[in-house]
């Protein structure tokens, strides 16, 4: 029998449970809508519990949070959401309630680090040791891999948060980050894109002039990406990304903005495989979350 891990993916409106050995080998999957920091988590944790009957003994568990989080391991407030708008969920501890309740390693990473973590593994990123994963969906995030370590540093990437151009004369929109106003996140997220355009972003048709101003906002960032870290590869997930219509336009933005500087065939000739969709698409989170389960698990044996 192969080792089971525990992977659970918090997200700001849904926790994603499951118990599996890998991609392939998912046994049982939960969902739970995100409501109060102790009524959520006593709910994902009650499904553990149940699984370890018919399912067997747990290796490790892989949590994968929406943040900003604590990855320190030597901080007081590590395995905490430490100071998100989300009412409610400030200062919660996530990883303390999962390791007591299952007696198992936790590994703890952000949402997106930990979908890197899968789509290098075993998706859009295999054999690549550095590349980034960008989440556009309720919220901009970002994460991924740089010689082949997950980004961690001063806290964690908040690539989101970066400052893009904003022109306000063709975007008078002001932007919705409750931090930074016109950030990344706060012109070109899904509540930013229904604030703007007065409907939801998932129901503007592919011609609406919203697609084409989303693609040069994340283009731009993109652009100071490839410039910052290199990235061997861009992986665009989220529900805003699920209109895979954006990716040409993105595709032509970034080339246009790189203009040729850039001395790479990935840019310059086959961009349309340089800045690619997860191939988890929507699990990429919950798949990533099993990732991390799975290093917890494969340290413990070595050490
Ligand atoms: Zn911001």
New binding site residues.
């Given amino acids: 029998m192969p080792p089971l891990y525990a992977g659970l993916e918090a997200g700001g409106t849904k926790f994603v449970c499951v118990v599996g050995a890998g991609p392939d080998d998912v046994r049982v999957q939960a969902r739970i809508p995100t409501t109060t920091p102790e009524a959520t988590l006593r709910e994902a944790l009650d499904f553990f519990r149940e699984q370890r009957a018919p399912q067997g003994p747990l290796t490790a568990a892989g949590v994968a949070s929406f943040g900003p989080v604590d990855l320190d391991p030597s901080s007081p407030t590590y395995g905490f959401i430490t100071s998100t708008p989300k009412p409610g969920w400030a200062r919660t501890d996530v990883v303390g309630p999962v390791r007591q309740a299952l007696g198992v390693p936790v590994r703890f990473d952000t949402d997106v680090n930990a979908a890197a973590l899968a789509e290098g593994r075993w998706g859009a990123a295999q054999g690549l040791d550095g590349f980034l994963y960008l989440t556009v969906g309720t919220g901009i995030g970002g994460g991924g891999l740089v010689n082949g370590k997950l980004m961690h540093g001063l806290i964690h990437p908040e690539m ?2 970066v400052r893009i151009p904003h022109d306000h004369v063709a975007d008078p929109f002001p932007g919705s ?1 409750p ?2 106003g016109d ?4 012109l070109a997220s899904g509540p930013a894109m229904q604030a703007r355009w007065g409907r939801p972003a998932e129901s503007l048709p592919d011609d609406h002039p919203g697609w084409a101003l989303e693609a040069r906002y994340l283009a731009l960032a993109l652009n100071n990406f490839v410039c910052t870290l290199s990235p061997r590869r861009i992986i665009l997930g989220g529900g805003v990304m699920e209109r895979l219509t954006l990716f040409p336009l993105i595709h032509r933005e970034l080339r246009a903005l790189l203009n040729g500087y850039v001395q790479a065939p990935q840019v310059s000739s086959h961009v349309d495989r340089y800045v690619v969709p997860p191939a988890f698409g929507a699990r990429a989170g919950i798949m990533g979350a099993l990732a991390l389960a799975q290093e917890q698990g494969a340290s413990k044996t070595e050490a």
């Fill in positions: 989101g948060h980050c931090f930074h950030c990344l996140e706060g």
